[in-house]
């Protein structure tokens, strides 16, 4: 499966009465049946409904356009006035929508039981991990998130967002209602979360990861960045779901004064109900209660230690899981595409990191500073029109924890790449503490990182990890800094010239 069609194709509904939909939620202009129900304009076909999202800039283009593609009725989220002659359902909030939408797919009883996962960092390796951990005891589970639509290792679906429309986790909510899932695991976003992408799904568990600086810029700042990830751990809390939330957040613990299930770093203590520590690299112990539990052969890295310490709190207080079950679930876990991703060819050690925030660089670096016998090695840039604030706290991380940067172009989008690169070196005390590069070519910066590497180096290229593309003036191109890095490895290799590369 690979295009959004196929779902939409799964979720096909029997057409009914609008007013059916719509009773003790809202009244209608006219009754009227339903064949469907798109939120995209251009996907209505004759007899469906246009489901009109807040957000639109210009409603009234919008339903003209799903008038003419036959819109049998229009459904506008929001009090603004709407000028249409098709038959009208107006909602005030997404809860309402997120409810006509549960009568709409029959999921008001369903048994799938919907884990939410929020935080700076950690979301899409933790809802990895839980949607393996359980499929590999017999549980079936599905996760959506920044990778997709993933129901098996190797089957993802591309969605777009990170959270997907409130129709499309709908569409997703049913068709795992009807092929028998247990558990859907999803990554919630702070967009999503502000835009109501998750409303009308009842969670059994709400995840608080990690807290740090992204999207800021979307959010007003940090307070409300915060507060906004906050608010759907206890608009959950509030409705039934397990919260559960990382103790070694100071400005988590501010936020959340509720019954929260806690875990965090440290074995012994009473303030946690699952402490965890790493002894060795690949390995985690854990503590909850009385009982400590070893977990062996996970991925490399202590946020990955810290993610299988979340993975196990989920397990514990929101699914039931025993103790004993712990190891046989997360023993042999592997870490999702794009997560310190070694591309192991020869004896060079390359790792690839979705690493894009000062929270998950420095954690990423002090990971493989562990596994460098000499120099550790880092290429990374910052993401055009997102955060500048992070781009100077990125440059002074990156000169402190590693002994050769290399800075280079991230998804410059709309902005100057050499700007961006400047706000980045503004952060690193003079005079450097590291060799400092500059390459804005980032195929350039990876082959000249891989030919300068000798044995007993690491080299982590940070801030791209799984992603498919480098976005440059709006135009997405075709990018993977781990297919480069292999290419420049096996030409390093068989002492080639690593100019052939870029």
């Not at 210009?58 to 003419?68: Q, V």
């Not at 993802?156 to 959270?163: A, E, K, M, V």
Request: with cysteine; hydrophobic share 40%; charged share 25%.
């Amino acid at each position: 499966m690979n295009d959004l069609s196929d779902l939409i194709a799964m979720s096909r509904r029997p057409a009914r009465s609008l007013a059916s939909l719509a009773d003790g939620i809202a009244t209608v202009t006219a009754d009227v049946e339903i064949a469907g129900i798109h939120d995209d304009s251009r996907s209505i076909g004759p007899g469906e409904a246009f489901l009109c999202l807040p957000r639109a800039s210009d409603p009234g283009r919008f339903l003209d356009m799903a008038r003419e593609r036959g819109a049998a009725a229009a459904i506008v989220i929001g009090n603004r006035p709407v000028d249409t002659d098709l038959p009208l359902l107006q909602l005030r909030t997404m809860d309402e929508a997120g409810r006509l939408l549960r009568r709409w797919f029959g999921t008001e009883k369903t048994t799938v039981r919907c884990l939410g996962i929020t935080g700076t960092d950690g979301k899409t390796s933790v809802t990895w991990m839980l949607r393996q951990a359980l499929n590999r005891a017999g549980r079936r589970a599905w996760s959506v998130g920044t990778l997709g639509w993933i129901r098996d290792d190797d089957d993802f679906l591309d969605i777009g967002n990170t959270t997907p429309s409130l129709l499309t986790m709908h569409r997703l909510l049913y068709a795992a209602d009807r092929q028998g899932i247990d558990v859907l695991v999803a990554e919630v976003s702070s967009h999503g979360i502000v835009q109501g992408r998750t409303a009308g799904i009842d969670m059994a568990a709400a995840v608080w990861t990690s807290l740090g600086h992204d999207h800021l810029q979307d959010h007003g700042g940090f307070d409300n960045y915060a507060n906004t990830k906050a608010g759907f751990v206890l608009d959950s809390l509030e409705r039934g779901a397990v919260a559960i939330a990382n103790s070694d957040y100071a400005e988590i613990r501010r936020r959340l004064d509720a019954d929260i299930r806690w875990y965090g770093h440290g074995l012994y203590r009473s303030d946690v109900a699952l402490g965890w520590e790493q002894e060795l690299p690949g390995m985690v112990r854990l503590k909850c209660g009385d009982q400590e539990i070893l977990i062996e052969d996970i991925p490399f890295g202590d946020f990955h230690a810290e993610n299988v310490a979340c993975v196990a709190a989920v397990l514990l207080h929101a699914l039931d899981v025993p103790a004993t079950g712990l190891p046989s679930m997360l023993g042999g876990i592997s870490a999702p595409p794009g997560r310190m991703q070694a591309v192991n060819i020869g004896r060079w050690q390359v790792f690839v990191d979705y690493a894009h925030t000062p929270e998950a660089l420095e954690k990423c670096l002090q990971s493989a500073r562990k596994m460098t016998r000499k120099r550790l090695c880092v290429v990374f840039g910052c993401g055009g029109e997102r955060d500048r604030e992070k781009r100077p706290q990125m440059g002074e991380i990156a000169v402190r924890l590693a002994d050769v940067v290399w800075i280079t172009s991230d998804n410059p989008r709309d902005e100057r790449p050499e700007v961006i690169a400047s706000e980045i070196e503004n952060g690193m005390p003079k005079p450097y503490t590291a060799e400092v590069h500059l390459q804005l070519d980032r195929r350039r910066a990876i082959a000249d990182a891989i030919a300068q590497l000798e044995a007993g180096d690491a080299l982590v290229i940070a801030g791209k990890g799984h992603e498919s593309y480098m976005e440059i003036a709006g135009k997405r191109t075709p990018w993977s800094d781990a297919d480069i890095a292999a290419q420049c490895l096996h030409a390093k290799n068989g002492d080639e010239d690593l100019r052939a590369c870029a």
